[in-house]
């Protein structure tokens, strides 16, 4: 029996068509880790949080294990929380200093660090700052420790409780915060940087700065360009 031409195309197409679907909703780092993205509103965000170990150009991020030399103030690195990737890598993700951040590279290309004005963005987007968090977390006590206030997911951002490092090379807030970088440098005070921050008590979002030190290792999303 000859095959059906018609069939033969409609499965080409098909083909086709599911591979370009996949495309637009992963992108894939410089390791190799591949990340799911949404779209909320105009906006394409990944909807996990980097793990790379590398540049987008390929070239090493500095892994910064010693609590020393990760609070010299101009450090670029990387950690695991509590230097523990085994545990902690997937599905958290890696803590980014700023200073790395800074550097332009840190996310795949076509992708960046959102500024701070494109979190706010976000935030409105969700309904505002009191209900945006419960909106981006993910939902029930698997990652976020309970009572994991307002969180739906609804948004389809996944948002997870990382934790952080602070500036003198401790480890803090696992399960109860989420924080994450913004690109956006305090214009006022030398040393500080904008981030995001979400809490397992609270369906707030909230956008800070006042004590963000650029050596704090916290967590990152990015953005489509």
Known sequence: MKPNKAIFSLIIVSYITLNLIQAQNTVKDADGNIYKTITIGKQTWMAENLKTTKYNDGSAIPLVTDSIEWAKFE???YCWYENNDAKFKSPNGALYNWNTVNTGKLCPSGWHVPANAEW???INVLGGDSVA??????T???HWNSPNTGATNESGFTALPGGLRNFMGGFGGFGIQG???SFTRDKDIKGFAWCMDLYSTESNAYRSHNGIYTDTGLSVRCIKD
Not at 133 to 138: F, L, N, T, V
């Open 179 to 181: 924080s994450w970088w």
């Open 120 to 122: 706010a963005r976000l």
């Open 140 to 142: 029930g006590p698997k």
């Open 133 to 138: 968090g419960g909106k981006m977390k993910e």
């Open 75 to 77: 450090t670029i690195g």
